[in-house]
């Protein structure tokens, strides 16, 4: 089978700066394409001609409202993607993902709830309630005293402090302050910058990447005015374009990881 490329997620701009640098033919689309797995190969819709093409590799790089079973499929496909498709179907729904992670961090307090949709909670003191598989801020609220939400939620205590991204791309890292103009903390924030890295939160960002077999991993922590720190949520798909010095590095991570190099 001739190798070719599928790219799946990046906007034109980005997809046909790595089309440049790839030695195979690349098909890419900035949304989910028609797919096909069928005995261990997988096919994905032409687009420029009616059919379907053979894939050898995959780049995913995007969160769709229902992508799971895209995620699954490639899973089981089991073709080189990046990221791993297991580590992304493990991943793609935050509750889930958010279990498996506090089993490996060395930040995982304070303790996390769960209140099913129409339950009322009574929160002695402000708490976080988080429901849904966005990220960028949405679905959360902040609360106090009884409360009651019409999804599944899971909740945590409202912890003051700085909030803070460690991003890993292989083995290039960076730590991003995170900014916004309330409580909600965002890297799409124009005061949003770089800072030195916490060597502890790297070490623990490090950790959860490799026990959830993701390449490409983001976690963002909360760390108080004491010095204490903790994990808030993994971003098994991290942001690239925010920071050219984060878009360079990916770029050339996928262009080495396709040429077999990583």
Not at 65 to 92: F, K, Q, S, V
Not at 119 to 147: D, L, T
Not at 173 to 181: A, F, M, N, P, S
Request: charged content about 20%; some cysteine; aromatic content about 10%.
């Amino acid at each position: 089978m001739k190798d070719r490329l599928c790219i799946v997620g990046l906007d034109e701009a980005a997809y046909q700066e790595i089309r440049a640098q790839v030695n195979m033919p690349v098909v890419a689309y900035e949304t989910i394409p028609p797919m096909i797995v069928h005995e261990g190969q997988l096919l994905v819709a032409s687009r420029t001609r009616i059919g379907m093409l053979p894939v050898s590799k995959v780049v995913f790089h995007g969160i769709f409202e229902d992508d799971l079973n895209c995620i699954t499929a490639l899973a089981l496909w089991g073709g080189p993607c990046l990221p791993n498709a297991h580590g992304m179907m493990d991943c793609r729904l935050k509750f889930p993902c958010l279990v498996r992670a506090l089993q490996y961090t060395q930040f995982g307090d304070p303790l996390r709830g769960y209140v099913m949709a129409g339950v009322p909670f009574a929160a002695e003191g402000e708490h976080v309630a988080k429901w849904g598989n966005w990220h960028c801020g949405q679905n959360k609220a902040r609360f106090a005293g009884i409360w009651e939400s019409g999804h599944d939620v899971t909740i945590e205590p409202f912890l003051h402090g700085q909030s803070v991204r460690v991003v890993l791309i292989g083995d290039q890292y960076w730590q991003i302050k995170l900014e916004g103009t309330d409580w909600l903390k965002s890297i799409h924030d124009v005061q949003a910058a770089f800072m030195p890295v916490d060597a502890e939160l790297l070490a623990d960002t490090q950790r959860i990447g490799q026990a959830l077999r993701l390449e490409t991993i983001a976690n963002d922590y909360i760390v108080t005015a004491h010095g204490s720190k903790h994990l808030l949520e993994v971003n098994h798909i991290p942001n690239v374009t925010r920071f050219p010095e984060i878009w360079h590095a990916y770029k050339e991570y996928v262009i080495q990881w396709v040429a077999g190099e990583c």
